[in-house]
C-alpha cells in the first residue's frame, strides 16, 4: 500500500490561524477595544428575497409526491444551465448548452479539472495567488513555474515568450490583488496559450464586480479562448452562495487536445465522481439570474462596490499605491513605510484596530503588501477609514 | 501538454441507455401498455416531513442578517457530525467527531478518496458491482484484480490467502446484488487486510436496510477494522436524499499507513478541494437523526422493504435462486431456464411488461443473472409479481 507521497510536500498555511491568535491577543490586552476587520473573505449580506423565496419553493416539492426530485443530471439541470447560458450572453459570450456543468462552487472544479490532465505537465501560477491552485498541482506532484506579479506590471504578469507553460492559471478580478486584465492583455494570454497548445483555467469568481465597461468578465469575450481555456464561476461572490453552495464551469466544445474533447472528458469525470448539485439549491441559483434576482444580488453588491470605493479613495487621498477596489471586493495596498507584511499588520492592530490580511500569506512576491476586503459594513467600513487616515496622514 | 490518457481506456456504458432505448421500442409497438418498473435504481418517496421543516427554516436563515451561514467548516458542521456520531453509537460503534467528515454524496468520496494513495498499488474489486469503483481506478491507470462473486460464494467473494491486495472495495449491502456479508465474513476481511497493510474502502450506502440482528452495519462493528478501514455512507436511501445530496465518509484516527494518518490527509484533501456541504442541506440531513426524523424515514424504508419481501417470496414460491432482498433494496435472480441477462430482460419485458436490469451491465459475473428493485410503489410492485408468477410458474 503506497501513500500518494506529494501530501507530504504540501505546506500546512498557517496564515489565517496565525491572524486569530494575534486577535486575539489582542482582544485579551484592550478587552474593549472596537475591532473593525477588513480581512474577511467572505460575504456577510444574505440571500435576497427571490432566491430565498425558490429555495423554499423547491424544497417543498421535494417533500411531495408529485414534485420530488431524485437523481438528477450530474452537470446540472438544463433550467440552470440554461439561466447561465442568458447570464453569458448579457455580455455577448455565445455558450451551447453541453459546455456549461453545474457545481457546488468553483473550489471543488478548480481542484478536480485536474484529472483530466497528465501529471507530467509544466504549470504556471501567478504568485501571489489563491493558495488553491498551488496545493492542488502539488498534490499532484507536477511541475510549477511562478509568474511574477509585482509593482511593476501591476500585478497583472503577462506572458514572458521563450516560457513553455501546458497549463495556467488566471484570475481576474484577481483574488487576493483585485487586479483585472483587460481585454488586451487577455488576448496576449490567448495567443501565448494557443501558440503552446496549453490549456488556462481561467477563475472568474469575482466578475461579478467588473463595474467598468470594456474589462472582460469572462476569458470568452476574447476571440480564440474556447480553442483554449476552462472557465470557473461561482455564486459565491454574486449573490452571497459561500454557504449554500453553487457555481458553474465552461469547457467549451472547441477546445481539443491530441485529437480528444476535453468536455466529452470532464462529463466523463463528472459522471464517474459526482452525482450533481441539489435540486432546491438549483433552483435558488437559477432565481439569481431572473430579471428580479439579478437586480436584488446587484443591491447586494453595490454596498461592498461602494466599500471598495470608500477604500480606494482613502488610500488616494494618502498617497498609497494600491490594485483592486474599482472593480473588484479587494483591494491590495503596499505596506506604508517600507513595512512587512506582518509589521504593517501589528502596526494596524495595535494603532488602528482594524484587521486585514498580510499579502505574504499569499506568496513570496506579496511581501510588502496588505489586502483589505469590502465585505464589512458600510458603517465599520467608513469608521476603518476614517482610522486609517488618522494614522497613516502625512501633515 | 498531456491528458490523462487513462480517460481513454475508460468504457463507455451504454446498459441505461440500452435498456430506455429497448423500453421506448415497445412503448412504441404496445402503447397501451401498463408498464411496470422494476429497474430504478433511485428513491421514489419524498423527503420526510421533519426533514423539510427544519430544510426550510435552515433556507429561511439564509435570508436573514441574523440567520445568515457563510463559508462552514469543508468538514461538515459539528451539529450534523455530531448527530452521525450518536446514529453510529446506536449500533454501538463509538467514533471521535473528528473522524466523520460530511459530503455531499458517497460518489463524490468514492471518487475523490483516490487522491490519497499512489497509482502503483494493487486493487481488488468485486465482478459484478457498482461501475464507480472499477470506473475511478481505471482513470487513475490502477491495476486492478477481480474479486469472484458468483453463486457458489452466494455472491459473497471472500479473500484468497495469497493474493496480494492494497486497496479492498467492499460493498455491503450490495449494489447490485443485495448480498449482505456477515461479521464473521467481515472479521476474515480485515484480518486479510491488516496482515498486508492494505485498506478496505467500505462502501455502506445500504446499511439502513439490513434488519436481521447480528449483521453489520458498519465495518467499524469488527474489531481492528479502524487500523484498515474508510467507510462511506448516504442520505439517499437512508433518508430520499438522492436529489438533496448528502453523505459521510468516516476515517479513523487510528488508520495509519507509511507513518501518515490518512484521516489528516483526508482533511488537506477537503479542505483544498472541497468548500463543505449546503448549510441548508445539513440541517435537512441533520433532521433524519432526530427520534421524529428517524421513525419518519423508517416508515418510507419499511414500504421499500415490504416491497423487496413481496419480491422475495415470489421468488421463492417459484423455485428461482436469488440473493438479496431480506436486507436490502436489490433482489438479484438468476436468470430462468438457462437465458443469458439480456434474454431474460426481453422476455420479461415481452411478456409481462416488466423492466428490470441485465445482470450482466455490472460486470461479466453478472451474466445469466438480473437485478429487480424494491422502489416502485407497493401497488405496482404486487402487480409485477403477479405477472411474474403467471408467466414462470411451472404447473
Redesign the interface.
Known amino acids: 500500500?503506497?501513500?500518494?507521497?506529494h501530501?507530504?510536500e504540501?505546506q500546512e498555511s498557517y496564515l489565517f490561524s496565525d491572524i486569530a491568535k494575534k486577535v486575539a491577543d489582542y482582544q485579551q490586552k484592550h478587552p474593549t477595544a472596537d475591532l473593525i476587520r477588513l480581512g474577511i473573505g467572505?460575504?456577510?449580506?444574505?440571500?435576497?428575497?427571490n432566491?430565498?423565496e425558490a429555495?423554499?419553493k423547491a424544497?417543498?416539492e421535494?417533500?411531495?409526491?408529485e414534485?420530488?426530485?431524485?437523481?438528477?443530471p450530474e452537470q446540472g439541470y438544463d433550467f440552470l444551465r440554461k439561466a447561465v447560458q442568458d447570464y453569458y450572453a448579457s455580455f455577448e459570450v455565445e455558450l451551447p448548452l453541453e459546455d456549461i456543468f453545474i457545481s457546488?462552487?468553483a473550489?471543488?472544479d478548480v481542484?478536480?479539472i485536474l484529472?483530466?490532465?497528465?501529471k507530467?505537465?509544466r504549470v504556471l501560477i501567478p504568485n501571489p495567488v489563491y493558495p488553491?491552485y498551488l496545493?492542488?498541482n502539488l498534490?499532484d506532484g507536477r511541475e510549477i513555474v511562478y509568474l511574477n506579479a509585482n509593482l511593476e506590471n501591476g500585478f497583472l504578469p503577462m506572458p514572458e515568450q521563450g516560457e513553455k507553460a501546458?497549463?495556467i492559471y488566471l484570475c481576474s478580478p484577481n483574488n487576493p490583488t483585485g487586479a483585472v486584465y483587460t481585454k488586451k492583455q487577455l488576448a496576449q494570454w490567448v495567443e501565448y496559450a494557443r501558440k503552446?497548445?496549453?490549456?488556462i483555467l481561467f477563475d472568474a469568481a469575482y466578475e461579478a464586480f467588473v463595474r467598468e465597461a470594456g474589462l472582460p468578465r469572462s476569458i470568452f469575450e476574447i476571440e480564440g479562448a474556447k480553442e483554449c481555456a476552462i472557465e470557473f464561476c461561482s455564486l459565491s461572490k454574486t449573490a452571497?452562495f459561500?454557504?449554500?453552495?453553487c457555481g458553474y464551469t465552461v469547457v467549451p466544445e472547441e477546445l481539443v487536445?491530441?485529437g480528444?474533447s476535453?468536455r466529452k472528458?470532464w462529463l466523463?469525470?463528472q459522471t464517474?465522481?459526482?452525482?450533481?448539485?441539489?435540486?432546491?439549491?438549483q433552483r435558488?441559483a437559477a432565481a439569481v439570474f431572473t430579471p428580479e434576482g439579478m437586480e436584488q444580488c446587484r443591491e447586494n453588491l453595490r454596498v461592498y462596490q461602494e466599500n471598495a470605493q470608500c477604500m480606494a479613495a482613502t488610500l488616494e487621498e494618502l498617497g498609497i499605491w494600491f490594485t483592486g477596489g474599482k472593480n473588484s471586493p479587494y483591494i491590495w495596498m503596499k505596506c506604508p513605510e517600507g513595512m512587512t507584511s506582518w509589521e504593517f499588520f501589528d502596526f494596524l492592530l495595535e494603532k488602528a484596530g482594524i484587521v486585514g490580511t498580510p499579502g505574504s500569506g499569499f506568496g513570496s512576491n506579496g511581501e510588502g503588501f496588505f489586502r483589505l476586503t469590502a465585505f464589512n459594513t458600510k458603517e465599520k467600513t467608513q469608521q476603518a477609514m476614517e482610522r486609517l487616515k488618522a494614522l497613516l496622514r502625512k501633515d
Chains 1, 2 share one sequence.
Open positions: 500500500m503506497k501513500l500518494n507521497q501530501y507530504q504540501l467572505d460575504v456577510t449580506r444574505p440571500l435576497v428575497p432566491v430565498v429555495f423554499e424544497v417543498k421535494q417533500g411531495t409526491p414534485g420530488f426530485h431524485g437523481y438528477g457546488d462552487g473550489k471543488s481542484g478536480n484529472d483530466l490532465f497528465a507530467d505537465n488553491v496545493d492542488t498534490m501546458d497549463i503552446q497548445d496549453a490549456v452571497g459561500t454557504g449554500t453552495r487536445r491530441e480528444v476535453l472528458m466523463r469525470r464517474t465522481k459526482f452525482n450533481g448539485v441539489s435540486y432546491p439549491v435558488a
